[in-house]
T-cell receptor
């Protein structure tokens, strides 16, 4: 099956630090990647959608200058949380899909971000 | 608009059946079902694309009632490994999915 790798699995850092999370599709070309945020016992909240080579489309209420997304190749997308603060602590999950919107999304294992 | 899942939580004994429903206030293009275990990534179960479509593998199946804008996931003769939170994701034409709030399924021996 399709494999999506997400790194790091967890990160703890001080307030004000910028953190980069990588999402890689290992065995297929990810035309579209999605970034989600999930709070404990809650649903997956879409932050942004990125298509390879294009600017990401952010959901309402998500600060694009705070959460920088780059999707420079068909196998890699990155999310950078800039100047992170404790309220940014959360579980961030990426997913990747091929060019057809009827294809399933394949999720990475997620990154648990803790800002002290 | 977030689809509504029901019930919010289910507790079963191994071998019992369960039904999880997913309803939307908008016309649906497709419905995706995922299962997520605690601390892990969601795992894809199946996609339903057409009204009236039914799909299944092993003892997990799903139906999509396009007119009613809803889908149901059926788990028969549940196994311990079925435990987790089930999410439906709905698409209304755009490429993104909107996920329901999840249904927590607990299977006891």
């Amino acid at each position: 099956g399709a494999v999506v790798s997400q790194h790091p699995s967890w990160v703890i850092c001080k307030s004000g630090t910028s953190v980069k999370i990588e999402c890689r599709s290992l065995d297929f070309q990810a035309t579209t990647m999605f970034w989600y945020r999930q709070f404990p016992k809650q649903s997956l909240m879409l932050m942004a959608t990125s298509n390879e080579g294009s600017k990401a489309t952010y959901e309402q209420g998500v600060e694009k200058d705070k959460f920088l997304i780059n999707h420079a190749s068909l196998t890699l997308s990155t999310l950078t949380v800039t100047s992170a603060h404790p309220e940014d602590s959360s579980f961030y999950i990426c997913s990747a899909r091929g060019p057809d919107s009827n294809q399933p999304q394949h999720f990475g294992d997620g990154t648990r971000l803790s800002i002290l | 608009q977030q689809p509504v899942q029901s019930p919010q939580a289910v507790i079963l004994r191994e071998g019992e059946d369960a039904v999880i429903n997913c309803s939307s206030s908008k016309a649906l293009y497709s419905v995706h079902w995922y299962r997520q275990k605690h601390g892990e990534a969601p795992v894809f179960l199946m996609i339903l694309l057409k009204g009236g479509e039914q799909k299944g593998h092993d003892k997990i199946s799903a139906s999509f009632n396009e007119k009613k804008q809803q889908s149901s996931l059926y788990l028969t003769a549940s196994q311990l490994s079925y435990s987790g939170t089930y999410f439906c994701g709905t698409a209304s034409g755009a490429q993104k999915l909107v996920f329901g709030q999840g249904t927590r399924l607990t299977i006891n021996p």
